[in-house]
């Protein structure tokens, strides 16, 4: 069973800095991507960003330039490095996996964390 848990989320000013984390517990052999999407009040879920098991990373194009996503296989944690950060960046940001068995597709969850830019 693959479990997410996400943190690292807070109240920041316009233009600060933040660094979410997404610890994955259970076998990654299945793994074939992990992203991170928001959901901002009112609007629909969006992916903000993922990385491939290949390495191949994509950005929406509101964060392009601003926010990075990497990984730590030894610790089985996935980040997402903010900076710049604006107002409508404001949302609960949720970690989620993308697993495939044979071909059949599972995703996971995290519980989401929350990310409020704020002056």
């Known amino acids: 069973q693959v479990q997410l848990v996400e943190s690292g989320g807070g109240l920041v000013q316009p233009g600060g800095s933040l660094r979410l984390s997404c610890a994955a517990s259970?076998?990654?052999?299945?793994?074939?991507?992990m992203g991170w999407y928001r959901q901002a009040p009112g609007k629909q879920r969006e992916l903000v960003a993922d990385l491939t098991s290949d390495g191949s990373t994509y950005y929406a194009d509101s964060v392009k330039g601003r926010f990075t996503i990497f990984s730590d296989s030894a610790k089985n944690t996935l980040y997402l490095q903010m900076n710049n950060l604006k107002l409508e960046d404001t949302a609960v940001y949720y970690c989620n996996a993308e697993h495939w068995v044979i071909t059949r597709r599972f995703d996971y969850w995290g519980q989401g964390t929350q990310v409020t830019v704020s002056s």
């Open positions: 259970g076998s990654s052999v299945s793994r074939k991507r």
